[in-house]
């Protein structure tokens, strides 16, 4: 896991979250590991023992990021997989729509070895802002808890 680029901020009742990055994919990469830490506390504690590879495709950022967080939550939901190891390719634009891939490693969630945070029912697009400057990048995001 890379160092921690993102803060919890106060929300009356669900999970806001201030990401930075120097560039979009590393801003990506913490919004996932912000996710994760909501799941469960303790990123430390996965073990890197299942890859799965990710490819999204969407008309704008703001909708690349939504999709790409959500395709963690179905990980989560359905095969109870929780990661602490992204690598996100350059993210691309060709034509009207924009490609991300990325390279997830981690483990399936164990109550005896792992903490349970707090359950995230969606990813919002309420509050969900993407600023880019040269060489850094600035997210803000809501999970629905």
């Known amino acids: 896991m890379k160092k921690v680029g993102y803060k919890f901020l106060d929300h009356t009742a669900d999970v806001s979250v201030e990401i930075r990055g120097r560039n979009l994919e590393e801003a990506f990469e913490q919004t996932v590991y ?15 023992e299942i890859e799965r590879v990710i490819t999204i495709g969407a008309e704008d950022k703001e909708a690349l990021l939504f999709d ?13 997989l929780v990661f602490n190891n992204i690598e996100i390719k350059p993210i691309r634009k060709d034509q009207e729509k924009y490609y991300l891939k990325a390279i997830a490693k981690g483990e399936k ?15 919002t697009y309420s509050f969900m802002n993407i600023e880019e400057k040269k060489n850094k990048v600035k997210i803000n995001i809501v999970f629905d808890i």
């Open 34 to 48: 912000s996710l994760m830490e909501t799941i469960t506390p303790n990123l430390e504690l996965i073990s890197p």
């Open 109 to 123: 969630f164990n109550r005896n070895k792992h903490e349970l945070g707090s359950e995230v029912k969606a990813i």
């Open 68 to 80: 790409f967080l959500t395709e963690f939550l179905y990980l989560f939901d359905v095969d109870q």
